[in-house]
């Protein structure tokens, strides 16, 4: 199984970005997908999660509002809008993906990941 996630950069405060995550996994609609990020001395942390026919969602309180999570089943990927970015956002974001929704703001619900795409917004 492998997750690739790609789109991160530098961007100013108050700005947008977009991250993509593709993955091997099939059959792809049956599989939760979620975001966390990971601030420099920080743990893991949830940001959003969309289950697998795309008609659930969940997102942290921190990025409600801005964050839109969505998938696309026909190309196996999985999408993070980011806008209004804060400084506090900059971490490293990555794709995650299970088999269940219930316990999906939990890293330990997650046994397949990707590598990671580092965000960094400068203020």
């Known amino acids: 199984v492998q997750l690739q996630a790609s789109g991160g950069g530098l961007v100013q405060a108050g700005g947008s970005l977009g991250l993509s995550c593709a993955t091997s996994i099939r059959p792809f609609s049956s599989y939760v997908m979620g975001w966390f990020r990971q601030a420099p001395g920080k743990e893991r942390e949830f940001v959003a999660v969309i289950s697998g026919s795309g008609y659930q969602t969940d997102y942290a309180d921190s990025v409600k509002g801005r964050f839109t999570i969505s998938r696309d089943n026909g190309k196996n990927t999985v999408a993070l809008q980011m806008t209004s970015l804060k400084p506090e956002d900059t971490a490293v974001y990555y794709c995650?993906?299970?088999?269940?929704?219930?316990?999906?703001?939990?890293?330990?619900?997650?046994?397949?990941w990707g590598q990671g795409t580092q965000v960094t917004v400068s203020s």
């Open positions: 995650a993906s299970s088999r269940r929704y219930i316990g999906s703001r939990s890293v330990n619900n997650y046994p397949y």
